[in-house]
């Protein structure tokens, strides 16, 4: 059995206790999920009925994939759809797209 597998059954203890108990993930992980909420944020700021689903390691929105690197940043499968997000990338760019929904 392993480790993990160990930890998993343990869990079951506080099953309806109240105690959550979660995976850590390792340091790029936690960095790229916490940019992919950010991303999140920022497109529910300007678009409050907006649904983006934030997984593991990418995100959707208008049912496209995105995802995000530390060396490349945000991706998509292609150009087009980078074009649904670029108005959000930057602060200046989401001020922008603030002043045009008011």
Not at 15 to 34: A, E, F, P, Q, S
Not at 53 to 70: A, G, T
């Amino acid at each position: 059995m392993s480790q993990c597998s160990a930890y998993i059954e343990k869990w079951q203890k506080f099953k309806n206790t109240g105690i959550w108990v979660h995976r850590d993930l390792i340091l790029k992980d936690r960095i790229r999920r916490k940019k992919l909420l950010e991303m999140k944020r920022r497109i529910l700021e300007i678009d409050k009925e907006a649904r983006v689903l934030v997984r593991n390691d990418y995100f959707l929105y208008q049912n496209k994939r995105f995802s995000w690197e530390e060396g490349s940043g945000f991706t998509a499968a292609n150009e087009e759809d980078m074009v649904l997000i670029n108005g959000y990338l930057t602060p200046e760019k989401r001020n922008e797209e603030q002043k045009n929904v008011k």
